[in-house]
């Protein structure tokens, strides 16, 4: 018996790559009554189920080489394919983000489980898994209902995010009991929280900037560019998300878990200079000397932007451009273009989409997806030290290393 453990997204694409294979009986377990629960809540409840274009470099955490061989395993072709063989057409929409046309994500979820009972896959919802030991050349599982054994084990428990799904960190201290290591966890595309209140003025507004994300060893060594993020930023009550927000959590949050020292700034003018602000204002100051500085900052920002930005350098909205002074422009400008933002934290994994960390990718044969530590067992999905930004690129994680993993489950012998 092949035993999957856990049946979210990889679980059960492993489970059904495997069953289509002829691979077999194949068991699910999930501790939930009613499994897929991160799957119903992704991408607002829609699933984004993949991206248009993945590549490695899409990914954090694990070499590039090796997410690479995974990826090209299993593409984006072929899960679009596999979506549409079993009843679920996609749409791209910004980004390259594709989602089911039914903009449902029970309807993903459904679809998965469906071909999971079309197959004669047993899915034993309710039954959790609390420890798994070597017996011989198998392994005997204590359940909450008893104990099974199995001759060949997969782990798709998830990490550490959306805990309330299941993804409490059960399944990687069964990975270490079985002899692997686990990188330090962390959340990943995750909401960020603020210091003071320049974020509270601005709740519910979003808007293009550039993000970047710096961290050093200490202040005589400087800081390095860790992380350079451009798009849509959402101010909140909390402090700040949307995508750019959540995909630059992960690097401050890595960087503070390693000890170093760590700051993020924002550009409110992706892609823009200095001179050619400060050139594009006093051309207007010229040509329109009783323009405001809030209509002006208006051209280029949401207009409570830009008065908070300018209130906060001690610049009044209703000040004539003629009258702006040289150094009260240029600092203004400053700030536009280089604003510290106060990071205080992330509202942790409750609210996190992934997780960063778990096990080492290279303890894992990525041809296979067979663990290099315990024969027999086998690692997918978010149990992997492998996290991807926003966009569908870790649901797409999910499907290809289920595919490699229903391989390797197939050649080996039972």
Same mark, same amino acid.
């Given at each position: 018996?092949?035993?999957?453990?856990?049946?979210?997204?990889?679980?059960?694409?492993?489970?059904?790559?495997?069953?289509?294979?002829?691979?077999?009986?194949?068991?699910?377990?999930?501790?939930?009554?009613?499994?897929?629960?991160?799957?119903?809540?992704?991408?607002?409840?829609?699933?984004?189920?993949?991206?248009?274009?993945?590549s490695e470099r899409d990914f954090n955490g694990a070499p590039p080489h090796l997410?690479?061989?995974?990826?090209?395993?299993?593409?984006?072709?072929?899960?679009?394919?596999?979506?549409?063989?079993?009843?679920?057409?996609?749409?791209?929409?910004?980004g390259g983000k594709l989602f089911p046309d039914a903009n449902r994500s029970r309807?993903?979820?459904?679809?998965?489980?469906?071909?999971?009972?079309?197959?004669?896959?047993?899915?034993?919802?309710?039954?959790?898994?609390?420890?798994?030991?070597?017996?011989?050349?198998?392994?005997?599982?204590?359940?909450?209902?008893?104990?099974?054994?199995?001759?060949?084990?997969?782990?798709?428990?998830?990490?550490?995010?959306?805990?309330?799904?299941?993804?409490?960190?059960?399944?990687?201290?069964?990975?270490?009991?079985?002899?692997?290591?686990?990188?330090?966890?962390?959340?990943?595309?995750?909401?960020?929280?603020?210091?003071?209140?320049?974020?509270?003025?601005?709740?519910?507004?979003?808007?293009?900037?550039?993000?970047?994300?710096?961290?050093?060893?200490?202040?005589?060594?400087?800081?390095?560019?860790?992380?350079?993020?451009?798009?849509?930023?959402?101010?909140?009550?909390?402090?700040?998300?949307?995508?750019?927000?959540?995909?630059?959590?992960?690097?401050?949050?890595?960087?503070?878990?390693?000890?170093?020292?760590?700051?993020?700034?924002?550009?409110?003018?992706?892609?823009?200079?200095?001179?050619?602000?400060?050139?594009? !204002?006093?051309? =207007? +100051?010229?040509?329109?000397? &009783?323009?405001? *500085? /809030?209509?002006? @900052?208006?051209?280029? $920002? #949401?207009? %409570?932007?830009?008065?908070?930005?300018?209130?906060?350098?001690?610049?009044?909205?209703?000040?004539? !451009?003629?009258? =702006? +002074?040289?150094?009260?422009? &240029?600092?203004? *400008? /400053?700030?536009? @273009?280089?604003?510290? $933002? #106060?990071? %205080?934290?992330?509202?942790?994994y409750d609210y996190a989409e992934a997780t960063a960390g778990g096990v080492p !990718?290279?303890?894992?044969?990525?041809?296979?997806?067979?663990?290099?530590?315990?024969?027999? @067992?086998?690692?997918?999905?978010?149990?992997?030290?492998?996290?991807?930004?926003?966009?569908?690129?870790?649901?797409?994680?999910?499907?290809?290393?289920?595919?490699?993993?229903?391989?390797?489950?197939?050649?080996?012998?039972?």
């Amino acid at each position: 018996m092949i035993a999957v453990v856990g049946a979210g997204a990889a679980g059960l694409a492993t489970a059904i790559f495997t069953a289509r294979r002829g691979g077999g009986p194949v068991v699910c377990f999930d501790g939930a009554a009613r499994p897929g629960a991160k799957i119903l809540v992704s991408g607002g409840s829609r699933c984004n189920v993949t991206n248009r274009v993945v590549s490695e470099r899409d990914f954090n955490g694990a070499p590039p080489h090796l997410v690479r061989r995974v990826l090209r395993a299993f593409t984006v072709e072929e899960t679009v394919a596999f979506f549409a063989g079993i009843g679920v057409a996609l749409h791209e929409e910004e980004g390259g983000k594709l989602f089911p046309d039914a903009n449902r994500s029970r309807v993903v979820l459904q679809a998965l489980l469906d071909e999971a009972g079309r197959l004669g896959i047993t899915l034993r919802a309710g039954e959790r898994v609390t420890e798994i030991e070597r017996v011989g050349g198998g392994f005997r599982l204590r359940t909450s209902k008893g104990t099974v054994d199995a001759g060949r084990v997969v782990l798709a428990t998830g990490g550490l995010s959306l805990p309330k799904s299941g993804s409490d960190g059960r399944g990687l201290a069964m990975a270490e009991g079985l002899g692997h290591s686990v990188v330090p966890c962390t959340p990943a595309l995750v909401p960020l929280v603020l210091d003071g209140d320049f974020h509270a003025r601005l709740a519910g507004v979003a808007h293009e900037v550039e993000l970047t994300v710096r961290a050093g060893r200490g202040p005589e060594g400087g800081r390095a560019v860790v992380a350079r993020h451009r798009g849509s930023l959402l101010w909140t009550h909390f402090g700040v998300s949307g995508p750019v927000g959540l995909d630059a959590s992960r690097h401050w949050l890595r960087a503070k878990l390693e000890g170093r020292e760590v700051e993020a700034r924002l550009s409110f003018l992706p892609g823009r200079e200095f001179g050619d602000c400060e050139g594009e !204002l006093l051309a =207007l +100051g010229v040509s329109s000397p &009783r323009t405001t *500085l /809030g209509s002006a @900052l208006g051209r280029w $920002l #949401p207009a %409570a932007v830009g008065a908070a930005v300018a209130s906060g350098q001690g610049s009044e909205g209703a000040t004539p !451009l003629g009258r =702006l +002074g040289r150094r009260e422009r &240029r600092q203004l *400008l /400053g700030a536009l @273009l280089d604003w510290p $933002l #106060p990071v %205080a934290g992330s509202r942790g994994y409750d609210y996190a989409e992934a997780t960063a960390g778990g096990v080492p !990718l290279d303890e894992v044969d990525t041809r296979t997806m067979a663990s290099r530590r315990s024969p027999g @067992l086998f690692l997918v999905g978010e149990m992997l030290d492998v996290d991807g930004r926003i966009g569908g690129f870790n649901f797409q994680w999910a499907w290809s290393t289920a595919w490699v993993a229903a391989g390797g489950l197939c050649a080996a012998p039972l």
